[in-house]
């Protein structure tokens, strides 16, 4: 399995913007943002395979890009124009097997860190 390690959470006012990063110890096929608000399930945020192709929740298109270094096994998210709605804890995920869906399996997961949006 992918050891990973997130960081780059904070607290923020809305409307401001935050970029989290993420440490694979490896390879991957496919690697995800989650979140998860107190009380609420966990939602797919965004998806980037390892040729560069993207997907975003609805909720998310236009104000978070998700981005890779493959050299670094590093991914990212910036998220601008931050809303109250996007508090939660972000985890960062990845896969080493084909298909890269907020559906797909995947095999390893980071610790989270918290984005917590004032209004």
């Known amino acids: 399995q992918v050891q990973l390690q997130e960081s780059g959470g904070g607290s923020v006012q809305s409307g401001g913007s935050l970029k989290l990063s993420c440490a694979a110890s490896?390879?991957?096929?496919?690697m995800a943002w989650f979140r998860q608000a107190p009380g609420k399930e966990q939602e797919g945020v965004a998806t980037?395979?390892?040729?560069?192709?993207?997907r975003y929740a609805d909720s998310v298109k236009g104000r978070f890009t998700i981005s890779q270094d493959n050299a670094k096994n590093t991914l990212y998210l910036q998220m601008n124009s931050l809303k109250p709605e996007d508090t939660a804890m972000y985890y960062c995920a990845a896969r080493i097997n084909y298909g890269c869906t907020f559906l797909s399996r995947f095999g390893s997961w980071g610790q989270g860190t918290q984005v917590t949006v004032s209004s």
């Open positions: 490896g390879d991957t096929r496919c």
């Open positions: 980037i395979t390892s040729d560069g192709r993207t």
